[in-house]
């Protein structure tokens, strides 16, 4: 990781106590004490990563009634200091790629596109590091600028992929 991605990391963890509550049919859930949208930009999803109790973690944000939440399945249950009614500290950070941390050429270049860079934010991390791994192998810069070209003309047309 490059240190302006660490920093960018770095920057946007979001740590905050909580109490693990029960659901329907299993599992737990997390309620997050802020606006996801607010804190780390306004996307349609958000996927994060970090730890509850030193456990690691991955999943994504749901919305319930104007509320956001980490929903955990039954397999969390299974160790009693992360079952319902537990006190966890939680730590969390966007996963992938994020627009702040990305090159100023393809930022840029998303940046002018509303619609691409919407796309592009939703998207899982697995397709956000494949464009930007696709983009960063080009060895000459004009390759580069077609790559950002292509890849920003895919996600305006609605593409997960190259």
């Known amino acids: 990781m490059s240190d302006?991605?660490?920093?960018?990391?770095t920057s946007m963890t979001i740590s905050f106590p909580?109490?693990?509550?029960?659901r329907p049919n299993g599992g737990v859930a997390i309620r997050m004490p802020f606006d996801p949208s607010v804190e780390w930009g306004d996307k349609k999803r958000h996927f994060v990563t970090g730890t509850i109790?030193?456990?690691?973690?991955r999943g994504t944000l749901t919305a319930v009634d104007g509320e956001h939440y980490l929903l955990l399945?039954?397999?969390w249950c299974r160790d009693p200091r992360v079952g319902p009614g537990a006190h966890v500290t939680v730590s969390l950070v966007p996963e992938g790629p994020q627009f702040a941390s990305l090159a100023?050429?393809?930022r840029e270049a998303l940046g002018a596109e509303a619609e691409a860079r919407g796309l592009f934010e939703s998207l899982a991390t697995f397709?956000?590091?494949?464009y930007v791994h696709w983009i960063d192998q080009a060895k000459l810069p004009e390759t580069r600028a077609k790559r950002i070209e292509e890849t920003v003309a895919a996600l305006k047309a609605g593409k997960k992929q190259r």
Request: charged fraction near 25%; avoid cysteine.
């Open 4 to 9: 302006a991605k660490a920093r960018a990391s």
């Open 18 to 22: 909580a109490t693990l509550q029960s």
């Open 53 to 57: 109790e030193g456990r690691g973690v």
């Open 73 to 75: 399945g039954p397999a």
């Open 104 to 106: 100023n050429d393809f």
């Open 127 to 130: 397709y956000r590091n494949g």
